[in-house]
């Protein structure tokens, strides 16, 4: 990968993490628990105030 490439996908990496922050954080505003769900990846974990939780796995939301 040249250079020109490497700094191009540095800064595409650095977006998508942004825009995923962004997602999570306006679905947190919302309480919107199926996209902070899809914010998270599949059988990842989530711990907030010392309180840990495990989100229910993609497909089995109610």
Do not use: K, Q
Request: charged share 30%; hydrophobic share 40%.
């Amino acid at each position: 990968m040249s250079d020109i490439e490497s700094r191009v996908r540095r800064l595409e990496d650095r977006a998508e993490s942004e825009d995923l922050a962004v997602r999570y954080f306006l679905a947190s505003d919302f309480d919107d628990f199926d996209a902070i769900a899809d914010a998270i990846a599949e059988n990842g974990t989530f711990s907030a105030g010392g309180f840990p939780a495990r989100l229910p796995a993609v497909g089995s939301r109610t």
